[in-house]
């Protein structure tokens, strides 16, 4: 079973995409070569600011949802680590094996 990240990634006009990805180094280069997100096309160069593991796609999904709704001043504290994700949402991360 592949682990599913979180990943936020930082824009060339400083706005912030949130997305999920079970391998974030192949979306991120999706993503750079203009396929994926329509969000992303034109807003390069794009950056990978924060990557976290979540675990199932489905908690990815649920936590990508919450993540989103988010505001930026607290999308830029998950970034620097200054708050946990747990905090923010009330959830605690399932260990994978």
Do not use: F, Q
């Amino acid at each position: 079973m592949k682990t599913w990240h979180l990943y936020i990634v930082r824009c060339g006009d400083g706005t912030l995409y949130t997305g999920i990805s079970n391998d974030v180094a192949r979306r991120l280069a999706a993503h750079v070569a203009g396929r994926g997100a329509r969000y992303l096309r034109g807003r390069g160069p794009l950056t990978l600011a924060r990557r976290i593991r979540i675990g199932s796609h489905g908690a990815a999904l649920k936590i990508e949802r919450r993540v989103k709704r988010l505001g930026r001043d607290r999308k830029e504290k998950l970034i620097l680590g200054k708050i946990r994700l747990k905090d923010l949402l009330g959830y605690k991360p399932r260990r994978t094996r």
